[in-house]
């Protein structure tokens, strides 16, 4: 779909479900002006998620009827139905009617993949502007892909399109939330350096933890921070060779954390230039998957006038 929508209508609200937090917000002229966060209940079944999205948005002043799109991490089917793919990060959320459940809920509202969602505004408004074939990723609770394949938002009938975090990863064995074993994700995002660190003898640190000790020279936290970063950049090598990517915007809390994407650009040197592209972390920063989900909602608008 080619962006029906030019910036200065960019105008709603929008409302972005990760494993870790919750984030509305309230968008005019393409930008974010007032914002509302709470952390995401993971053992939360679907209504209790979607009161907590109407507890934000009325802060944020939405009423029923006004423009809305509603990211979500994990697979939106075509038919509209909602379910994780790790189903570790949302243990009670499989074959939902979400898109149903939004328009009881909200009247207008338009619902995709977090991934997917950031991706095409990066495309449209940040790092991924001019890029024939553009791949955002977000190294977050989890690993998430959007692609951008010849200008078009790839997705599938299944919602599984662009779940590049459950590839598999050399360095990885563990068995992921998927229930595939040793995916990217079960060794690069947020769940596994937590799962990690506890394994390292550093129980109840998050990721933001191991950075933070990773900082200071701990050598058992560098060594996780640096083995996400090699997984990131050898998922970035092999998506390039099957898919031709010229251009990674790096997004999420870990995917933009402080020497990050250094770390990922360095583990990417190794390889042969041909499955370098140009990597970049993502112009929106935290806002990406907002900015797009409601960019998509009035894109749909705008396609059925
Ligand atoms: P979500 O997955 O809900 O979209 P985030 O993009 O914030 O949310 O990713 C959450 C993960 O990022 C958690 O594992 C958290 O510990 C980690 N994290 C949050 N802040 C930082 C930080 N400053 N540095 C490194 N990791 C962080
Ligand atoms: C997981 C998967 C993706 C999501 C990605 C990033 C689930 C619940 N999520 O790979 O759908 O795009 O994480 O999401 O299966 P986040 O939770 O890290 O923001």
């Known amino acids: 779909m080619r962006n029906a929508t030019p910036v200065r209508a960019l105008s709603g609200f ?54 809305l799109g509603v990211a979500v991490t994990g697979r939106l089917g075509r038919n509209g139905c909602w379910g994780a793919v790790n189903t570790g990060t949302l243990r009670r ?7 149903e459940m939004l328009a009881a809920r909200f009247g207008a509202a338009r619902a995709l993949n977090d991934a997917a969602a950031a991706a095409w505004a990066e495309y449209q408004l940040g790092s991924g502007r001019g890029a024939e074939n553009f791949l955002y990723l977000t190294v977050s609770t989890g690993v998430g892909g959007g692609l951008v394949l010849g200008r078009r938002l790839l997705d599938s009938g299944n919602g599984l399109a662009g779940h590049v975090g459950f590839v598999s990863s050399p360095d990885a064995r563990d068995l992921c939330g998927s229930e595939r074993r040793g995916t990217v994700e079960s060794i690069a995002g947020g769940r596994a350096l937590a799962v990690a660190a506890a394994a ?43 898919l031709g990517l010229e251009r990674v915007a790096l997004g999420g809390s870990i995917g933009l954390a402080p020497g990050y994407l250094d770390r990922v650009q360095t583990a990417l040197a190794q390889e042969p230039p041909l499955f370098r592209p140009e ?23 705008e396609t059925q006038r």
């Not at 959320?93 to 898109?99: I, N, Q, S």
């Not at 950075?211 to 050898?234: H, P």
């Not at 990597?279 to 608008?301: E, K, P």
Request: glycine fraction near 10%; proline fraction near 3%.
């Open 14 to 67: 929008a409302v972005d479900l990760g494993g870790t937090k919750l984030a509305a917000a309230r968008l005019e002229a393409g930008r974010v002006v007032a914002r509302a966060q709470t952390a995401t209940d993971g053992s939360a079944g679907p209504e209790a998620q979607i009161a907590a999205m109407a507890e934000l948005l009325a802060r944020l002043g939405h009423q029923r009827g006004a423009p």
């Open 93 to 99: 959320v499989a074959d939902v009617p979400l898109a």
């Open 200 to 242: 390292a003898g550093h129980p109840g640190r998050d990721a933001r933890g191991v950075f933070t000790a990773a900082a200071v020279g701990d050598a058992w936290a560098e060594e996780l921070v640096a083995r996400s970063a090699r997984a990131i950049a050898c998922l970035v090598a092999d998506l390039t060779a099957a």
């Open 279 to 301: 990597l970049c972390a993502a112009a929106l920063g935290q806002d990406s998957a907002l900015t797009g989900a409601l960019l998509r909602a009035l894109d749909t608008q």
